[in-house]
């Protein structure tokens, strides 16, 4: 992109804005007890990764953790769909029965969210394979954390993929912390980014707060990569809040956390919107409030949906046509039916 | 003294650390963050940094620093933050732990406890719900414990960590805030011991873990309809105590097996199998298994509690099997 | 056609990727080295390098990649050299390739085949000798696929792949050099369909794997002895047809079940607890398991083969089961 | 050690001699059909790591993989009840139980060696933790293949250690091949070491021809990780012969082969003794002569020993005084006993 282009950074505010403001209405659905659970990890402060998404293209994939709003935003999701799946709901992207930490849209490239720390990384290599075996265009990027860098499968998938050569980005969003944990106590060496060269991979790592810097790197590293050359991007951000809804992160101090949110892309962008470039903030205000009303049209969706039927828990563990579990309830049936 | 199964827990913890200096505690979050479910709280300051050790996020290599550490003087308790990361570690568990004695023709042991907790619940969808036991209960060389009240979680605990050999130490996450009474001076049975939460003489309820609870109070739907349950806990899969549930068994004549668990290929057919293989000449009906669908936990709160056993279930059952009244969803 | 169990695994990958071109194979020493046991020997040089993909040594990402191939248009084969190694893998096999169908509420499938062996019979010692179904057929999601003959092998894997679900296909080390009939035109069975290898009214034995044609010749040894016994070869573990078997208990009365794993939570359990379920009312004696030791294998030929069945062992319990014989460690 | 030093490389020539024969009797003993198996791994050509085993102390620990024979031998084996395990006889060093990939020693700080690829690399972190909580001065090294390198393990492992300064050193023997699979078939970037400073190591790769540029190596490394800094060495050599037992390389041809066995720390090792140091030729042959008698010695002996008992498959499964598996038979027995 040309430097000073506002349309551009405009879209990556907007959409940096929806997912800001996303997040804070999951929250509020959580606060209404309306969420499947507790288990409800906010990306408030990873924004940046905006970048990353802009950079990919229609028909690529993707991969994200249970962090993975944001990025599923940033790639198009149905904000109304992905509020329902969080409360647990027939209308949900998957039917209810996976909630916020498994939504996945096949149509839309994703493969899927994970909570396994780190399960969703190979399933990347897979889909390079896929690509390169059918002499598609596309690249398939994993998203996961800083935690998640600790996991040896990460190494298997990079080794393969560099290995291979095969289109496919590993980004690592760094928001310094795996839940009490900060980076320097799970890593001795913590420039991520290190490890992928050795490995015989690009690697950089890019400031989270800059959303035109992380665009600008993960275009380039895209590109390599469709070109046979995977790369690694750390984006260097802050978790906002604490690891998970009920998390008050007693582990780190006031002060830290104020430094922390400072890494804020979304204001970032804003303050260079209206500083550098031609957007006034009025302009980005009734923006900002066209999001709310998005949003909170959203909430209200998923408080309205209808839960799923009781009867559903035994769809889709195999194909439609194949043979479905046997219930408990049939199989004692079959036992006790016949008087004794 | 009546405390939650979390405390009773971390008692065990502190009392062993105290007792025995070559126990320590590694794991994610164990130390600063307190444990995922508070188990750990405050042992760091107790015990400092080498022996309360938050790891970073690599299974695998956790479970197998705990094995190296056993197999150097150290008495490990590794601390898997849910059962369903198990798939990351059946290896260091199943091939390492598990074998190191018998393949090294008894040179050494590997005592170490592995931690973790299992079970619905927290709608924490299908990998953060799972019970997995019937993993462990079919390798040979570990020992496998679930304990479902405090006193248990306390005890059990401690014998784990006197114990020899590599044991799984399954807790479940929907009896963290349960209270009950803790005696520190009085197990509720032996090690390697079932015990009986409630005598009957119409129908042999066998359990583990939560469920013993969900049968207790499926055995009070049943009295109401003049059936006396006896419930049995297991406690410990291995050893197992099969020995008090076929005397109970041959009293009753009537057997149900509990398990939150997936039906196919759960503990509970191991059990059901072993009652039918030696209560044979005395059961007057098939022995019956209740136990989680064959299916992935799903998120919905709804569907959720639609996935595993509920009293109501239990009960219903139970009145089928022994008074022949149909249940609801086969009237 | 007289082919080894081996010719006709490769026949069915040759077969199968000259009909789908979206299969590939993937695996260590699945190339160049024509795999540890021979099977995919010579498909490099017909297939090429992308679909038949020599990988590093690296279990987890390999069935990760499996997986994520699998959600992208291609039907991937990941060989597991050995079952052994399972645990290296299980959390992509049981939280990846099993769940995502069900947790994404079915907007897509696993079409992949994990290809592995298991069983004694090498003295592989404690790491390469196990028989690990259970762990699979615990995991809802999955179909899990023993093959027994020259026949199914081909036809078996042919079939899982068309599933469009993950299929754990496991062979049997022991088994790739048998020889045995292969028509391509005639599957033994049906997928999920369990096939009488023998016919007889004394005694009903369920089985799969190696197991079978051990059944087999103990069956010989009882006929001489006046029992005829009915082999069934479960063939799936899932789907699981049991009806087959249900349907020749109520005619023999008496049933064994053979397996090569553990006893203790093995898969024959979860059949000998269905048995007694459903047969209930037909049962003469209670259901017995011939299965292998509740220990790890050990490396020394003799003692390994006193770790799992035999044709002797199994004949001495159907003689004493039907004409209550007492065996030789009885005696 | 002084260059020149005669007496060191005399004793590393001799432990390298034992290595090289006991792996030809191993051969021997499985062409007289007196093996467990046929799953034996030669380390013929590996002979180097002998510098790495002299830089080890008493009371030092290790884990091997399943190519571990000269590894043991060079921290002190008896061959006799190697040769014994080998052959599955009741007095190797497992009592027949564990043989030839599973061979241990707690006497002689052999934490055991593993048959899964990788298996005992996390062991050493686990040995590391109770030295360090214990104030022992040892250090515990792991020994593995380049293969093994591929697998996460190994980084989870090392990220460990250099997290928590721990006296622990990864050795890989990187042989160029795993089974069929040349080192550049497996991994992007082949500098092994580079993937282990990284991750916070100190990371070397050493000629493992030369034995005692090998031990001088080990020594700077093994130091610094008894002072807290652990470290990697990658011993670059080559694998002789096939894979195990049975495999014939029909995947590298016989020029590469001829061209990797001069990489030959044993006979570099003889000709360094000879011609720049003051051993003669006669007296290498006595000492070869002396190793041969002992190593047929080990072979009769493996041949002679008693096989194990049947009924100690069920010992040690569990501690000697806890409850033992039931035998199937019993089980049986206890089913079918009474009379129907
Ligand atoms: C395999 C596995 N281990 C542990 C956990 C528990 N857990 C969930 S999130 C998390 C922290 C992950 O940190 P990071 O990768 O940095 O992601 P972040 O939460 O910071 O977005 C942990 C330990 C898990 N879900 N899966
Ligand atoms: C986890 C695991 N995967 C695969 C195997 C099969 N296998 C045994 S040795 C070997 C090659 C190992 O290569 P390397 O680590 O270089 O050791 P080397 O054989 O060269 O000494 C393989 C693939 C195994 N035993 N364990
Ligand atoms: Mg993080
Ligand atoms: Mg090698």
Same mark, same amino acid.
């Given at each position: 992109?040309?430097?000073?282009?506002?349309?551009?950074?405009?879209?990556?505010?907007?959409?940096?804005?929806?997912?800001?403001?996303?997040?804070?209405?999951?929250?509020?659905?959580?606060?209404?007890?309306?969420?499947?659970?507790?288990?409800?990890?906010?990306? #408030?402060?990873?924004?940046?990764?905006?970048g +990353?998404?802009?950079a990919?293209?229609?028909?690529?994939?993707?991969?994200?953790?249970?962090?993975?709003?944001?990025?599923?935003?940033?790639?198009?999701?149905?904000?109304?769909?992905?509020?329902?799946?969080?409360?647990?709901?027939?209308?949900?992207?998957?039917?209810?029965?996976?909630?916020?930490?498994?939504?996945?849209?096949?149509?839309?490239?994703?493969?899927?969210?994970?909570?396994?720390?780190?399960?969703?990384?190979?399933?990347?290599?897979?889909?390079?394979?896929?690509?390169?075996?059918?002499?598609?265009?596309?690249?398939?990027?994993?998203?996961f954390g800083?935690?998640?860098?600790?996991?040896?499968?990460?190494?298997?998938?990079?080794?393969?993929?560099?290995?291979?050569?095969?289109?496919? +980005?590993?980004?690592?969003?760094?928001?310094?912390?795996?839940?009490?944990t900060?980076?320097?106590?799970?890593?001795?060496?913590?420039?991520?980014?290190?490890?992928?060269?050795?490995?015989?991979?690009?690697?950089?790592?890019?400031?989270?707060?800059?959303?035109e810097?992380?665009h600008?790197?993960?275009e380039? #590293?895209?590109?390599?990569?469709?070109?046979?050359?995977?790369?690694?991007?750390?984006?260097?951000?802050?978790?906002?809040?604490?690891?998970?809804?009920?998390d008050?992160?007693?582990y780190?101090?006031?002060?830290?956390?104020?430094?922390?949110?400072?890494?804020?892309?979304?204001?970032?962008?804003?303050?260079?919107?209206?500083?550098?470039?031609?957007?006034?903030?009025?302009? /980005?205000?009734?923006?900002?409030?066209?999001?709310?009303?998005?949003?909170?049209?959203?909430v209200?969706?998923?408080?309205?949906?209808?839960?799923?039927?009781?009867?559903?828990?035994?769809?889709?563990?195999?194909?439609?046509?194949?043979?479905?579990?046997?219930?408990?309830?049939?199989? /004692?049936?079959? #036992?006790?039916?016949?008087a004794? | 003294?009546?405390?939650?199964?979390?405390?009773?827990?971390?008692?065990?913890?502190?009392?062993?650390? %105290?007792?025995?200096?070559?126990?320590?505690?590694?794991?994610?979050?164990?130390?600063?963050?307190?444990?995922?479910?508070?188990?750990?709280?405050?042992?760091?300051?107790?015990?400092?940094? %080498?022996?309360?050790? *938050?790891?970073?996020?690599?299974?695998?290599?956790?479970?197998?620093?705990?094995?190296?550490?056993?197999?150097?003087?150290?008495r490990?308790?590794?601390?898997?933050?849910?059962?369903?990361?198990?798939?990351?570690?059946?290896?260091?568990?199943? %091939?390492?732990?598990?074998?190191?004695?018998?393949?090294?023709?008894?040179?050494?042991?590997?005592?170490?406890?592995?931690?973790?907790?299992?079970?619905?619940?927290?709608?924490?969808?299908?990998?953060?719900?799972?019970? !997995?036991?019937?993993?462990?209960?079919?390798?040979?060389?570990?020992?496998?414990?679930?304990? $479902?009240?405090? %006193?248990d @979680?306390?005890?059990?605990?401690?014998?784990?960590?006197?114990?020899?050999?590599?044991?799984?130490?399954?807790?479940?996450?929907?009896?963290?805030?349960?209270?009950?009474?803790?005696?520190?001076?009085?197990?509720?049975?032996?090690?390697?011991?079932?015990?009986?939460?409630?005598?009957?003489? *119409?129908?042999?309820?066998?359990?583990?873990?939560?469920?013993?609870?969900?049968?207790?109070?499926?055995?009070?739907?049943?009295?109401?309809?003049?059936?006396?349950?006896?419930?049995?806990?297991?406690?410990?899969?291995?050893?197992?105590?099969?020995?008090?549930?076929?005397?109970?068994?041959?009293?009753?004549?009537? $057997?149900?097996?509990?398990?939150?668990?997936?039906?196919?290929?759960?503990?509970?057919?191991e059990?059901? $199998?072993?009652?039918?293989?030696r209560?044979?000449?005395?059961?007057?009906?098939?022995?019956?298994?209740? @136990?989680?669908e064959?299916?992935?936990?799903?998120?919905?709160?709804? !569907?959720?509690?639609? $996935?595993?056993?509920?009293?109501?279930?239990?009960?219903?059952?139970?009145?089928?099997?022994?008074?022949?009244?149909?249940?609801?969803?086969?009237?």
């Amino acid at each position: 992109m040309t430097v000073g282009d506002n349309r551009l950074l405009l879209e990556l505010y907007h959409t940096m804005r929806r997912i800001r403001t996303f997040e804070e209405r999951v929250n509020e659905l959580f606060v209404r007890g309306q969420t499947a659970g507790s288990m409800l990890h906010m990306s #408030i402060g990873e924004e940046g990764v905006t970048g +990353v998404c802009k950079a990919m293209e229609p028909g690529d994939s993707f991969t994200t953790h249970h962090r993975g709003h944001g990025i599923f935003i940033a790639r198009g999701a149905d904000p109304k769909r992905m509020m329902s799946e969080i409360a647990g709901k027939e209308d949900g992207y998957c039917a209810g029965k996976g909630g916020s930490m498994h939504i996945a849209d096949m149509g839309l490239g994703h493969l899927g969210a994970n909570a396994i720390v780190g399960g969703g990384i190979p399933h990347v290599v897979g889909a390079g394979m896929s690509y390169r075996n059918r002499k598609l265009p596309h690249i398939s990027v994993a998203f996961f954390g800083d935690g998640a860098a600790q996991q040896g499968i990460l190494y298997e998938a990079m080794n393969m993929a560099a290995l291979w050569k095969l289109p496919v +980005v590993f980004c690592c969003i760094n928001n310094q912390y795996g839940m009490g944990t900060r980076i320097d106590r799970a890593a001795a060496n913590t420039n991520l980014h290190e490890r992928a060269i050795a490995f015989g991979l690009n690697g950089v790592t890019i400031d989270g707060g800059d959303v035109e810097e992380v665009h600008e790197a993960a275009e380039r #590293i895209a590109t390599a990569a469709r070109n046979g050359k995977p790369g690694f991007m750390a984006l260097t951000c802050y978790r906002f809040f604490g690891h998970a809804r009920l998390d008050k992160s007693p582990y780190r101090d006031e002060e830290e956390e104020a430094k922390g949110r400072k890494k804020d892309a979304l204001a970032n962008a804003r303050t260079k919107l209206i500083t550098h470039r031609t957007s006034s903030a009025n302009e /980005l205000d009734t923006l900002d409030d066209a999001v709310n009303i998005e949003m909170n049209a959203a909430v209200e969706h998923a408080i309205a949906a209808a839960t799923p039927p009781a009867d559903s828990i035994f769809r889709d563990v195999y194909a439609e046509d194949e043979p479905r579990p046997r219930p408990v309830r049939d199989h /004692l049936s079959m #036992i006790l039916s016949e008087a004794r | 003294m009546e405390v939650t199964y979390r405390d009773a827990l971390r008692q065990a913890l502190i009392d062993a650390m %105290n007792e025995d200096p070559t126990i320590f505690v590694m794991g994610e979050e164990v130390g600063r963050y307190g444990g995922a479910y508070g188990v750990t709280k405050g042992l760091l300051e107790m015990f400092g940094e %080498n022996r309360v050790v *938050d790891t970073p996020i690599s299974e695998p290599g956790i479970i197998g620093a705990a094995v190296g550490a056993a197999m150097t003087g150290s008495r490990p308790v590794a601390e898997l933050m849910y059962v369903d990361f198990a798939g990351l570690t059946m290896d260091q568990v199943a %091939n390492q732990a598990a074998k190191s004695r018998y393949m090294f023709g008894g040179q050494i042991g590997v005592p170490m406890v592995l931690r973790t907790q299992g079970g619905t619940g927290r709608s924490g969808a299908a990998q953060h719900s799972q019970s !997995l036991e019937a993993w462990f209960t079919h390798v040979p060389g570990l020992r496998v414990v679930m304990p $479902a009240t405090v %006193n248990d @979680a306390y005890h059990l605990l401690r014998m784990a960590l006197k114990c020899p050999d590599p044991v799984i130490f399954i807790e479940h996450k929907g009896l963290y805030v349960k209270k009950g009474e803790m005696d520190v001076a009085k197990p509720d049975g032996n090690w390697g011991k079932s015990v009986i939460r409630r005598v009957g003489n *119409d129908l042999t309820i066998v359990t583990y873990s939560r469920m013993v609870h969900e049968s207790l109070a499926a055995a009070g739907i049943l009295a109401q309809n003049g059936i006396e349950a006896e419930v049995i806990d297991i406690r410990t899969l291995n050893p197992l105590d099969d020995e008090t549930v076929f005397a109970s068994v041959t009293k009753t004549g009537r $057997a149900m097996v509990v398990s939150e668990a997936v039906m196919t290929g759960g503990f509970a057919a191991e059990l059901s $199998a072993r009652i039918s293989e030696r209560c044979f000449d005395y059961l007057e009906e098939p022995v019956v298994r209740v @136990a989680g669908e064959d299916i992935p936990i799903p998120v919905s709160p709804g !569907l959720e509690r639609g $996935a595993v056993p509920t009293p109501q279930l239990i009960a219903e059952t139970g009145l089928w099997l022994v008074k022949r009244v149909a249940p609801s969803w086969a009237a």
